[in-house]
T-cell receptor
C-alpha cells in the first residue's frame, strides 16, 4: 500500500538548521517533491528529487535515497518566515500532478 | 499571470445539495488534479487528468465526479454533498515535463451542514 511518513511537528530557533525526514512506501516512484504551505495558503514548490543524492537551492536542500525509501529537507539559517507546514509528496507514475502526500510537518521557528 | 484559478473561494452547502467547484489554468498544462485537505490528514488526491478527455481516480474519489472537456478547465462535481465532504479543496496543474512541479490554486473552503 501507499504510506508516506514524516514527523507531525518540529521546533527550532532563528539561525539554526533543521532537517525534516520523510520515508515512503509507494506502488511506483517517479519523483519526490517538497512543498511549503503557510497557514491558509496554497502549497508552494520547494524541491524535486528523482535520482539519489542532494539537490541544493539556496537555504534549502533535499536529499533522496531510493533504495531506502527516504528523503529529507534541510533548512539552513532559519528565519521566522520559515514557520509553516512542509509537505513530502511522491509521484507514482507519469501523471505530473497525481501526487501522494504525507500528512505534513509543522515547523515552528522562534526567536 | 493568473496561473490556476479556483472559484468559489468559500461555499456553504446543505446536505444533499449538489455543486461544482471550478478550476481553470491559463498555462496550457496537460496535467490537472484535485485534492482535499483535512486537519491531520494532509492532501489527498481525489481525481486527476493527463489531458483533455482523460481522467482517472485518485485516493478518495467517492462522491466526486470530474470531466476534462478542454485543456484549461477541470471542474469537480459534488453530486449529493455530505458533512464528510467539508474540507479545503485544491486544484493543481503541471506541464508534461515530469521534472516540473505542480502549481496549486488558492483553494476552495467548503462547509456542508
Amino acid at each position: 500500500g501507499q504510506n508516506i511518513d514524516q514527523p507531525t511537528e518540529m521546533t527550532a530557533t532563528e539561525g539554526a538548521i533543521v532537517q525534516i525526514n520523510c520515508t515512503y512506501q509507494t506502488s511506483g516512484f517517479n519523483g519526490l517533491f517538497w512543498y511549503q504551505q503557510h497557514a491558509g495558503e496554497a502549497p508552494t514548490f520547494l524541491s524535486y528529487n528523482v535520482l539519489d543524492g542532494l539537490e541544493e537551492k539556496g537555504r534549502f536542500s533535499s536529499f533522496l535515497s531510493r533504495s531506502k525509501g527516504y528523503s529529507y529537507l534541510l533548512l539552513k539559517e532559519l528565519q521566522m518566515k520559515d514557520s509553516a507546514s512542509y509537505l513530502c509528496a511522491v509521484r507514482e507514475n507519469q501523471a505530473g500532478t497525481a501526487l501522494i502526500f504525507g500528512k505534513g510537518t509543522t515547523l515552528s521557528v522562534s526567536s | 499571470n493568473a496561473g490556476v484559478t479556483q472559484t468559489p473561494k468559500f461555499q456553504v452547502l446543505k446536505t444533499g445539495q449538489s455543486m461544482t467547484l471550478q478550476c481553470a489554468q491559463d498555462m496550457n498544462h496537460e496535467y490537472m488534479s484535485w485534492y482535499r485537505q483535512d486537519p491531520g490528514m494532509g492532501l489527498r488526491l481525489i481525481h486527476y487528468s493527463v489531458g483533455a478527455g482523460i481522467t482517472d481516480q485518485g485516493e478518495v474519489p467517492n462522491g466526486y465526479n470530474v470531466s476534462r472537456s478542454t485543456t484549461e478547465d477541470f471542474p469537480l462535481r459534488l453530486l449529493s454533498a455530505a458533512p464528510s465532504q467539508t474540507s479545503v479543496y485544491f486544484c493543481a496543474s503541471s506541464p508534461g515535463n515530469p521534472s516540473t512541479e505542480a502549481f496549486f490554486g488558492q483553494g476552495t473552503r467548503l462547509t456542508v451542514v
